[in-house]
C-alpha cells in the first residue's frame, strides 16, 4: 500500500509519469499508472531510452508459431485433397498405397457405422410392428367380445353384414368397397 502511495505522489508532486505493476508472493496483482499515460507507452519510452526491444522475441516466437500453424494447415489440407483423388501426381507408390490403406480403413469405420445404425433402425421397426400387431389383436379381441355381447348390434339386422356395421360404425364414412378394398384385404404391413 505504502509504495502505492509513493508512486501516486511522485506523480502528483515531480510532474512524472510512473508505472508500476506488482505481484504479491501470495501471486496477488497491484498495477498504477499515471493518469497521463499508458503502461504500453511506459515500456515503449523504455525501449527506446534502453536500446533494447522486448517486444522482438515475442513476435519472433508468434512468428514461429504461425508458421509451423500454415505449414500444418497446408499439409491438412493437401490429405485432403487426396482423399478425394485429387493432387495424387506427385506421390509415390508407396505414398499411394499408405493413402489407399488409409482409405480402406475409413470406408470399414463407416460401413461399420451404417449397418449399426440400419440394424438399430430394424429392431426399432421390429418393436413398432410388434406394439401395432399387439394392439391390432386386443382389438379384434374386443370387437369378438362386443359382438358376442350385441355391442355392436351385430345380430340378425334384417341384412346388415359386419362391413355395413363398420361403416356405421365410422360415422357412415365411405365402405371399403367404393376404395376398392375388401374387408379381407385389410392387414398390417
Given at each position: 500500500?505504502?509504495?502505492m502511495?509513493?508512486?501516486?505522489?511522485?506523480t502528483v508532486l515531480?510532474?512524472?509519469?510512473?508505472?508500476?505493476?506488482?505481484?504479491?508472493?501470495?501471486?496477488k496483482?497491484?498495477e498504477y499508472?499515471s493518469?497521463?499515460?499508458?503502461t504500453?507507452?511506459?515500456f515503449?519510452?523504455?525501449?527506446?531510452?534502453?536500446?533494447c526491444?522486448?517486444w522482438?522475441?515475442?513476435?519472433?516466437?508468434?512468428?514461429?508459431?504461425?508458421?509451423?500453424?500454415?505449414?500444418e494447415?497446408?499439409?491438412l489440407?493437401?490429405?485432403?485433397?487426396q482423399r478425394i483423388g485429387?493432387?495424387?501426381d506427385?506421390?509415390?507408390?508407396?505414398e499411394?498405397?499408405?493413402?489407399?490403406?488409409?482409405?480402406?480403413?475409413?470406408?470399414k469405420v463407416?460401413?461399420?457405422?451404417?449397418y449399426?445404425?440400419?440394424s438399430?433402425?430394424?429392431?426399432?421397426?421390429?418393436k413398432?410392428l410388434?406394439n401395432?400387431h399387439e394392439?391390432?389383436?386386443?382389438?379384434?379381441?374386443e370387437?369378438?367380445?362386443q359382438?358376442?355381447n350385441g355391442?355392436y348390434?351385430?345380430?340378425?339386422?334384417?341384412?346388415?353384414?359386419?362391413?355395413?356395421?363398420l361403416?356405421?360404425?365410422?360415422?357412415?364414412?365411405?365402405?371399403?368397397?367404393d376404395?376398392?378394398f375388401?374387408?379381407?384385404d385389410?392387414?398390417?404391413?
Amino acid at each position: 500500500g505504502g509504495i502505492m502511495k509513493k508512486a501516486k505522489e511522485l506523480t502528483v508532486l515531480c510532474d512524472a509519469e510512473v508505472s508500476l505493476i506488482m505481484f504479491s508472493s501470495t501471486g496477488k496483482f497491484s498495477e498504477y499508472c499515471s493518469p497521463s499515460t499508458t503502461t504500453k507507452k511506459i515500456f515503449d519510452r523504455y525501449q527506446q531510452a534502453s536500446g533494447c526491444s522486448l517486444w522482438n522475441s515475442h513476435y519472433e516466437k508468434m512468428q514461429s508459431h504461425l508458421n509451423k500453424l500454415k505449414e500444418e494447415n497446408n499439409n491438412l489440407r493437401r490429405e485432403i485433397r487426396q482423399r478425394i483423388g485429387e493432387d495424387l501426381d506427385d506421390l509415390e507408390i508407396e505414398e499411394l498405397r499408405g493413402l489407399e490403406q488409409n482409405l480402406e480403413s475409413s470406408i470399414k469405420v463407416v460401413r461399420e457405422r451404417k449397418y449399426h445404425v440400419i440394424s438399430t433402425q430394424t429392431e426399432t421397426y421390429k418393436k413398432k410392428l410388434r406394439n401395432l400387431h399387439e394392439a391390432h389383436a386386443k382389438l379384434i379381441r374386443e370387437l369378438e367380445g362386443q359382438s358376442e355381447n350385441g355391442g355392436y348390434g351385430l345380430v340378425d339386422n334384417g341384412g346388415l353384414d359386419y362391413e355395413s356395421a363398420l361403416v356405421l360404425a365410422n360415422g357412415g364414412a365411405h365402405s371399403l368397397h367404393d376404395t376398392g378394398f375388401g374387408i379381407h384385404d385389410l392387414r398390417l404391413a
